[in-house]
């Protein structure tokens, strides 16, 4: 059922501008009920969502048509023939952040490489286009950093800029091959079901992985085509997803407050705090302690 107009709670939206028509959304619910929160978006705006906590369910056609965004989801929309208005119900304890980007200055961020971004592509430019993505480790880092910043009034602008261009630059920064669901080895529904399995075999034992000719033996995949497999469909090799995922789980582990940095790294399969620390500073460009310290920040 449609939230009544009557439901939207005074400062659920703050909007900052960071560019001329280019807007930074922070949609925040701190009641104990769904919130409907409205936002006016002009035709030709492409829009980005990242539901970094809660659930976010986005209305259209009068509440007719309802998408889910749920937690560390992301949500891109674009369609050039309408405008989309933004009427999303927040579940209590959402906190979503949202870009408005006209879709000019967009295309001059990736002019150079326009045909990696599939609604750039000439053959989109009079079609909708939308697409839900996992939030990756690397972004979450950026949109907590966006969340929780407590910058200078002098500087919070240039700010704003710095980490709105980051986060587009690691939303986009995926392979785009319009052809990778095409691929014979993807439609394999036994293969496919295979590499799956790998994925949880690395995962369950993180602490102490299998090699890639032990993992491949395992699964009854040759090695070739477990490397292969595995690129197309998570977009990465074994061991670099691997170490994403460790990084992400070690992340979370702070952020509850119940693990120390050594219980951390090696509940994350790291033998020393020293080798944890320094995985945990190449993914992030942060010691975990500094993390901790900017988690513990009033206002978070």
Known sequence: MKPSIENIASGSIQALEVETDFTLLRLDNAEDRDVLAQYPVKQGLLQVHCCLKGNARFLYNQGAYAMEVPAEQSLLLYNPQTTL???VV?????????L??????????????????????????????????????SLSVVLSQLWNQHMHPSVIQLYHKAKVYEWLSLYFNR????????????????????IRRA???????????????????????????????????????????????????ARKMLETGKYNVNEVGL???????????????KKYHTTPKKYLLSLAQPGR
């Open 267 to 281: 509940k994350v399969g790291y033998s020393t705090a020293s080798h944890f620390i320094a995985a945990f500073r």
């Open 199 to 249: 994925k949880e075999i690395v995962i369950e034992r993180m602490a102490e992985p299998p090699s890639l000719k032990d993992l491949a033996a395992e699964i009854g995949l040759p090695l070739k085509k477990l490397k292969e497999g595995f690129k197309q469909i998570y977009g990465d090799s074994v061991y670099s997803f691997l170490f994403d995922y460790k990084m992400e789980m």
């Open 100 to 137: 408005l980007i006209p879709i000019r200055s967009f295309h001059a961020l990736f002019s150079a490489e326009a045909d990696t971004i599939p609604f750039l592509n000439p053959d989109y430019k009079d079609k909708k286009y939308y697409q839900q993505n996992p939030i990756s480790p």
């Open 90 to 98: 927040l579940a209590p304890g959402t906190r979503m952040l949202s």
């Open 175 to 194: 392979n785009t091959d319009p052809q990778a669901e095409q691929c014979p080895f993807l439609v394999d529904e036994d293969n496919l079901g295979r």
């Open 85 to 87: 208005p933004m009427e």
